[in-house]
């Protein structure tokens, strides 16, 4: 295997987070959380404009004067576990790895054999259940919240008491049984410190959850901070948004109305393990980022969406792809017949987008609306942005061959 093929492997491995062994408690939480930023939006000018600025520039996908929440944590579909190469290893075709303004992953169906959409871990919450015996391994689950995994070679042990450890050289879990853990893969980390707040780190990215409203987030062109009062600022280079968290905002020198942000909402924690129950990948799912394809509120691609448009459809035509499932999805604003109206008109202007582009995949297309969500639109009744975030997508689900 070359060296581009091995790190795009690595790149797409699938780290399972559970609960892991108290005794190396004392090795993982030693991690403190960043400062708070502290450079809060100046004072607002004295007199605002009650109208929406001519002008005045807005970010993709986004309304005038509002900007992206921090993210949430995101963390693999607890419920894949791949027998075929490794105990966390899911491998996905290169020609879906790197597609700008997608996420590739792999998916799984219920026993009719329809792809599972809304099962996220954007809150580190989820487990498994039942017992299994194959070629490659077998589960143990011992009835006391306590059991032992090996498969390929890979042991994982659960004393059920929420603690416990992973390490097969590569991925590395632990879990310290109150609420606190840790997991590290060549590519990102995540550390939760038990209080809402924790660390994520992925690349460029890093995020910065405080547990008390406030985090932020940067990847080396988007910075955002949230300061957990309603206050908070957006710059990507082009746009600089200021928002004073008193109905106002101030976009590239310009005072509209804007909301106050909501507060960054607190991190759950690492889930207790269960009895695994391995999973096979029943194909590819391909989700399509918030405001990488439409304008807020519209259903018309843009036209700066055509690398990623073009992107896709390269990918299904080198794979040969025979049949693809395209869904559009919203978050629950609004009312329920809209958001079925938008989330089909969405799911055929992608499907249109690709034939247009000479894809010969029969595609199609469907709409959701609000109804499978991967992750909360409220946290303890609170609106939750970035978990709407994530529910406003568009998926193009490659079933396996």
């Not at 017992?131 to 090996?150: C, I, K, L, R």
């Not at 055509?306 to 049949?323: C, G, I, Q, S, Y």
Request: aromatic letters at 6%; glycine letters at 12%; hydrophobic letters at 35%.
């Amino acid at each position: 295997m070359n060296t581009t093929s091995t790190a795009r492997r690595l790149r797409l491995r699938r780290g399972i987070v559970f609960s892991l062994v108290a005794s190396l408690a004392l090795t993982g939480c030693a991690a403190q959380a960043a400062p708070k930023p502290t450079s809060k939006p100046e004072s607002k000018p004295s007199e605002a404009s009650s109208q929406p600025k001519a002008g005045v520039p807005t970010v993709p996908g986004y309304d005038q004067g509002e900007f992206p929440p921090v993210p949430l944590f995101l963390l693999p579909d607890l419920s894949l576990l791949d027998t075929s190469a490794s105990a966390f290893t899911i491998d996905l075709d290169e020609a879906l790895a790197d597609i700008p303004g997608v996420t590739a992953s792999p998916a799984h169906c219920d026993e009719a054999g329809a792809v599972v959409s809304d099962n996220g871990s954007a809150y580190l919450y989820g487990d498994g259940s039942g017992n299994y015996t194959g070629p490659d391994g077998s589960v143990q689950n011992f009835g006391d919240g306590s059991g032992s995994t090996t498969i390929n070679g890979v042991t994982i042990q659960n004393f059920g008491d929420g603690s416990g450890t992973y390490d097969d050289g590569t991925v590395s879990i632990q879990n310290f049984g109150d609420g606190a853990g840790n997991y590290t893969d060549p590519d990102k980390t995540v550390e939760i410190f038990g209080d809402g707040s924790g660390n994520y780190t992925e690349g460029d990215v890093a995020i910065q959850n405080f547990g008390d409203g406030a985090g932020s987030y940067s990847d080396g062109k988007v910075s955002i901070q949230n300061f957990g009062d309603g206050s908070g600022n957006y710059t990507d280079g082009t746009i600089t948004i200021q928002n004073h968290g008193d109905g106002t905002a101030v976009v590239n020198g310009k005072t509209v109305e804007a909301e106050p942000l909501p507060p960054v909402p607190p991190l759950g924690s690492f889930p207790p393990l269960a009895a695994l129950a391995p999973l096979k990948s029943c194909g590819t799912t391909l989700t399509f980022h918030d405001g990488v394809l439409f304008d807020f509120d519209r259903s018309n691609i843009r036209a700066d969406a055509a690398e990623t448009l073009d992107a896709v459809a390269k990918a299904l035509t080198t794979l040969a792809v025979a049949h693809a499932e395209v869904s559009g999805h919203t978050d629950a604003i609004g009312s329920d017949s809209y958001n079925q109206e938008l989330s089909e008109a969405r799911a055929a202007a992608v499907v249109s987008g690709l034939e247009e582009r000479g894809v010969t995949t029969s595609l199609t297309a469907q709409g959701f609306g609000e109804t499978r969500p991967v992750a909360p639109n409220e946290v303890d009744g609170a609106d939750n942005p970035a978990g709407r975030q994530l529910n406003r997508r568009v998926e193009l689900f490659i079933p396996s061959a």
